[in-house]
């Protein structure tokens, strides 16, 4: 407990002689998480992962999805690695691998001039869905779907403080084969007709706040799909 104090009292007087400085906290050297260690570190690492690819993005969701409980979304700090020695023809496990890391701040450890074209293209993809997925998740309004043992779906829902918009994150979990999932909201506005967008399907549908809200949205999960993500806007 010594060395957790001291660096916690070397933390809070760099950040009283750098209030503008940029810190990365670390869970592994700072030994604990709390609300002092929150404050005065922009992001924080929680955790090592394995090497890459389904492992690693499972062990991402575990530890992201759990830590929004009582960490912001912008302190949750988790990496894809090694996307060049990944499968380039599984598109599927990149996105997936990918979106593992988008409940938090996303980082990428990888030589992308390494990265197969194809693959590269699936990656600049979901950075500029991350950047949109953002600009919802920084109201700090939100509910999560944990990892369970034997569930269908662990996900995470944004929204707008508004309550006019929302991004789904939602991810395969201890199923294998075709299922279909649903999505329901607590935070949008019942009176409100809102244009649902599945971003990976394309498909556009106009359901009421009320009937989201009460019945939630179907999300189809084909045998190889391995996640989602959903885009809410008030209808055109």
Same mark, same amino acid.
């Given at each position: ?11 809070? $007087? ?33 955790? $090592? ?19 929004? $409980? ?30 593992? !890391? ?6 990428? %450890? %990888?030589?992308? %001039? ?56 939602l991810y ?5 084969? !075709? ?9 949008l506005q019942? !009176? ?15 359901? %009421? ?28």
């Amino acid at each position: 407990m010594k060395n957790v104090v001291a660096y916690q009292d070397a933390l809070r $007087d760099v950040r009283k002689a750098n209030p503008d400085l940029s810190i990365e906290g670390c869970m592994n050297g700072g030994r604990m998480i709390n609300e002092l260690t929150q404050l005065l570190t922009q992001t924080m690492w929680l955790r $090592d992962g394995s090497h890459k690819g389904l492992m690693h993005a499972r062990e991402n969701l575990e530890v992201a999805l759990g830590a929004l $409980d009582f960490m912001f979304p912008w302190s949750v700090y988790r990496f894809t690695n090694n996307l060049d020695e990944m499968d380039p023809e599984d598109q599927e496990l990149t996105r997936t691998y990918c979106r593992s !890391a988008m409940a938090g701040v996303w980082g990428i %450890s %990888s030589d992308l %001039s390494r990265i197969d074209r194809v693959q590269q293209r699936v990656i600049v993809k979901e950075i500029q869905r991350y950047w949109q997925l953002n600009e919802i998740k920084q109201d700090y309004l939100y509910e999560v779907q944990p990892p369970r043992d034997g569930a269908e779906t662990a996900g995470v829902t944004y929204y707008s403080a508004d309550q006019r918009r929302a991004g789904v994150l939602l991810y395969r979990w201890d199923v294998e084969g !075709a299922f279909n999932s649903k999505v329901r909201f607590r935070n949008l506005q019942p !009176a409100t007709m809102y244009q649902v967008r599945d971003v990976d399907l394309g498909t556009k549908t106009r359901i %009421s706040g009320k009937n989201l809200m009460k019945k939630g949205v179907p999300v189809l999960f084909s045998a190889d799909r391995r996640s989602a993500m959903l885009f809410l806007d008030p209808a055109p």
